[in-house]
């Protein structure tokens, strides 16, 4: 037979776990499967990164670690940029790093409303984080890391009585480059690509980059394996009994219902949350250098009960350029005094929710803000501009259009950004309500489980990376049928 | 002849080339306008368009080390640096 037109044959590979995904979710799973004794495959869509190439230049780095370019938009009012990472250690490589606990009131929430008492155990949970906090050198960061900008908003905090704090992070040797979310040149931020996904190599998990899974094949209810495409074109399938699909909140959905699975409840690829977010900037008398420290490294909790949390937010030159709320000569006079200029999020933890579908192979992300979520801007940014005052600002820059005092702000005049988006194959312990059970394991199929942001099945008012990691480590535990060692001597132990 | 595209300017074609469709074409379009007198005019009367195109040229702008190391932004010795410490300690 001739070459022409002949279907290149499929590379096979057999695996007790295929896992889909290197990021927050498929690394630990994958690491903590092969570390118990498992044959394991990870297919990751993107590329394996050299830390060599990390330039500290935000635009060109923007271009290579994001999906998209950083770029990934929502469609509804208003359109809300979503950066997601794109490669081994997924968004963990180009997130802040910051790492908090699932709160309690979350976890209770998740009990009464989703029915999912174990997932929601403390107790049960509590070594599951511990684990991951060990892995990864999660330490708080100390007020001469944490720089100029911190000391801002701290300054203004304590002057107002808000409660505050230094951030806890994923990092270890960390000497404050600034710019984790561009590629830590140092690799100090303790990425998932540098410390699970070498783990799983080295307890031989086959790792795969370049590698695009199209489908989820299971028969008679059963996992059966996965099929890819390779980066020369070539098919790869693996086989294997049970599947881990990783993908991330946006793609994981796309998969499932193109392999023609978790549709039953009509839930897959709903109940998006996002905890949308924005920046506001002051103009100190002093001198700030705010890219000189950890970026996002302080946080101001005071108003968390009401779903606003205050954090850290900083980069260099371009970044800040980026992200200014002026233009024109505004614009220029304001980037002349960059280096006095100081920054700070805000974020909300969101009761409006969104949705992924598909549009000819692509996510199509629909998003509308609440009008309760919009009060919850409007109030964040007035008590934000009341935080850089009583820092000593001379000028405050929110970011709203010229004359728009936040009580005013309509949803258009809020320019969005958003770095956690959960909840599209959430968990709910009774079917009809939800894609995965309380195991994560999906409804109405054996051997097929999600360990994402998407299974998380409410707004956290957190960052999500440790919840993630925390519900992975779970989930691999159960799948090796073992409990989760409570301390490292006990893990030394149990792995001798 | 064609002059080539200085590096300012080519990494924010980078950037733009790695947005989706239809991003992509809207931000090519906002660009040719803010680099013309006329098109910086007609951006002028939308606050919003006006700011992206405003804020993507002057990251191009400011991620040139001629505008980004007088605001004391060094990205070469901050990658240097970063990669000879991960050498010295042996890191990923």
């Given at each position: 037979?001739?070459?022409?037109?002949?279907?290149?044959?499929?590379?096979?590979?057999d695996?007790?776990?295929c896992?889909?995904?290197?990021?927050?979710?498929?690394?630990?799973?994958?690491?903590?499967?092969?570390?118990?004794?498992?044959?394991?495959?990870?297919?990751?869509?993107?590329p394996?990164?050299?830390?060599?190439r990390?330039?500290?230049?935000?635009?060109?780095?923007?271009?290579?670690l994001?999906?998209?370019?950083?770029?990934?938009?929502?469609?509804?009012?208003?359109?809300?940029l979503?950066?997601?990472?794109?490669?081994?250690?997924?968004?963990?490589?180009?997130?802040?790093?910051?790492?908090?606990?699932?709160?309690?009131?979350?976890?209770?929430?998740?009990?009464?409303?989703?029915?999912?008492?174990?997932?929601?155990?403390?107790?049960?949970?509590?070594?599951?984080?511990?684990?991951?906090?060990?892995a990864?050198?999660?330490?708080?960061?100390?007020?001469?890391?944490?720089g100029g900008?911190?000391?801002?908003?701290?300054?203004?905090?304590?002057?107002?009585?808000?409660?505050?704090?230094?951030?806890?992070?994923?990092?270890?040797?960390c000497i404050?480059?600034?710019?984790?979310?561009?590629?830590?040149?140092?690799?100090?931020k303790?990425?998932?690509?540098?410390?699970?996904?070498?783990?799983?190599?080295?307890?031989?998990?086959q790792v795969?980059?370049?590698?695009?899974?199209?489908?989820?094949?299971?028969?008679?209810?059963?996992?059966?394996?996965?099929?890819?495409?390779?980066?020369?074109?070539?098919?790869?399938?693996?086989?294997?009994?049970?599947?881990?699909?990783?993908?991330?909140t946006?793609?994981?959905?796309?998969?499932?219902?193109?392999?023609?699975?978790?549709?039953?409840?009509?839930?897959l690829?709903?109940?998006?949350?996002?905890?949308?977010?924005?920046?506001?900037?002051?103009?100190?008398?002093?001198?700030?250098?705010?890219?000189?420290?950890?970026?996002?490294?302080?946080?101001?909790?005071?108003?968390?009960?009401?779903?606003i949390?205050?954090?850290?937010?900083?980069?260099?030159p371009?970044?800040?350029?980026?992200s200014?709320?002026?233009?024109?000569?505004r614009?220029a006079?304001?980037?002349?005094?960059?280096?006095?200029?100081?920054?700070?999020?805000?974020?909300?933890?969101?009761?409006?929710?969104g949705?992924?579908?598909?549009?000819?192979?692509?996510?199509?992300?629909?998003?509308?803000?609440?009008?309760?979520?919009?009060?919850?801007?409007?109030?964040?940014?007035?008590?934000?501009?009341?935080?850089?005052?009583?820092?000593g600002?001379?000028?405050?820059?929110?970011?709203?259009?010229?004359?728009?005092?936040?009580?005013?702000?309509?949803?258009r005049?809020?320019?969005?950004?958003?770095?956690?988006?959960?909840?599209?194959?959430?968990?709910?312990?009774?079917?009809?309500?939800?894609?995965?059970?309380?195991?994560?394991?999906?409804?109405?199929v054996?051997?097929?489980?999600?360990?994402?942001?998407?299974?998380?099945?409410?707004?956290?008012?957190?960052?999500?990376?440790?919840?993630?990691?925390?519900?992975?480590?779970?989930l691999?535990?159960?799948?090796?049928?073992?409990?989760?060692p409570?301390?490292?001597?006990?893990?030394?132990v149990?792995?001798? | 002849?064609?002059?080539?595209?200085?590096?300012v300017?080519r990494?924010?074609?980078?950037?733009?080339?790695?947005?989706?469709?239809?991003?992509?074409?809207?931000?090519?379009?906002?660009?040719?306008?803010?680099?013309?007198?006329r098109?910086r005019?007609?951006?002028?009367?939308?606050?919003?368009?006006d700011?992206?195109?405003?804020?993507?040229?002057?990251?191009?702008?400011?991620?040139?080390?001629?505008?980004?190391?007088?605001?004391?932004?060094?990205?070469?010795?901050?990658?240097?640096?970063?990669?000879?410490?991960r050498?010295?300690?042996?890191?990923?």
């Amino acid at each position: 037979m001739s070459g022409r037109g002949r279907r290149r044959e499929a590379r096979v590979l057999d695996a007790d776990v295929c896992v889909i995904g290197a990021g927050a979710g498929g690394a630990v799973a994958a690491a903590e499967l092969a570390e118990g004794g498992m044959r394991v495959v990870v297919l990751e869509q993107g590329p394996r990164h050299d830390a060599d190439r990390f330039s500290a230049r935000p635009l060109e780095m923007l271009a290579r670690l994001y999906r998209d370019g950083g770029q990934t938009t929502t469609l509804g009012s208003p359109p809300i940029l979503l950066p997601l990472g794109r490669g081994l250690g997924g968004t963990t490589l180009v997130n802040s790093g910051t790492c908090f606990r699932t709160p309690a009131h979350v976890l209770a929430r998740w009990r009464d409303e989703f029915g999912l008492e174990a997932l929601a155990d403390e107790d049960a949970l509590d070594p599951c984080f511990a684990r991951v906090e060990r892995a990864l050198s999660i330490g708080e960061v100390t007020p001469e890391l944490a720089g100029g900008n911190a000391a801002i908003a701290r300054r203004g905090a304590e002057a107002l009585g808000w409660s505050h704090g230094f951030l806890k992070r994923n990092a270890r040797g960390c000497i404050g480059s600034g710019v984790c979310a561009f590629g830590c040149p140092t690799s100090a931020k303790q990425h998932v690509g540098i410390t699970y996904v070498p783990r799983a190599e080295a307890a031989g998990a086959q790792v795969i980059a370049g590698a695009d899974v199209r489908r989820v094949l299971v028969e008679r209810g059963q996992a059966r394996g996965v099929e890819a495409r390779l980066l020369d074109g070539g098919r790869l399938e693996v086989r294997a009994p049970a599947v881990v699909v990783a993908a991330g909140t946006v793609h994981t959905p796309l998969l499932l219902a193109r392999s023609g699975l978790g549709r039953d409840s009509g839930q897959l690829g709903q109940n998006l949350a996002l905890h949308p977010a924005t920046g506001a900037f002051a103009l100190m008398d002093e001198l700030v250098d705010m890219a000189k420290g950890v970026p996002q490294s302080f946080y101001v909790d005071e108003f968390a009960a009401e779903g606003i949390m205050f954090e850290g937010v900083a980069g260099p030159p371009s970044y800040v350029a980026m992200s200014l709320p002026l233009s024109g000569r505004r614009h220029a006079a304001a980037m002349a005094d960059y280096r006095r200029l100081a920054m700070f999020g805000l974020m909300v933890s969101d009761r409006s929710r969104g949705s992924v579908r598909s549009l000819a192979g692509r996510p199509v992300i629909r998003y509308d803000l609440l009008a309760e979520d919009v009060a919850r801007f409007r109030a964040g940014l007035a008590r934000m501009e009341e935080l850089f005052r009583a820092a000593g600002a001379r000028e405050v820059y929110l970011p709203l259009p010229h004359g728009v005092a936040p009580a005013r702000a309509r949803p258009r005049d809020l320019k969005l950004m958003a770095f956690h988006p959960l909840g599209t194959a959430r968990a709910d312990a009774r079917p009809q309500h939800g894609v995965v059970d309380g195991d994560l394991r999906l409804h109405g199929v054996r051997g097929v489980h999600v360990a994402d942001g998407s299974v998380v099945p409410s707004s956290l008012g957190v960052n999500p990376q440790l919840t993630i990691m925390a519900l992975a480590t779970r989930l691999a535990f159960g799948l090796l049928g073992r409990a989760v060692p409570r301390t490292e001597e006990e893990a030394h132990v149990l792995s001798d | 002849m064609r002059k080539p595209a200085d590096p300012v300017r080519r990494g924010l074609d980078v950037f733009v080339d790695a947005a989706p469709q239809p991003q992509r074409s809207g931000l090519r379009l906002l660009l040719a306008l803010e680099r013309r007198p006329r098109g910086r005019r007609l951006l002028g009367r939308a606050h919003a368009v006006d700011q992206l195109a405003n804020g993507l040229v002057a990251m191009g702008r400011y991620e040139d080390p001629a505008n980004a190391v007088p605001l004391g932004w060094d990205a070469d010795a901050i990658a240097a640096r970063g990669r000879a410490l991960r050498r010295e300690d042996g890191r990923l």
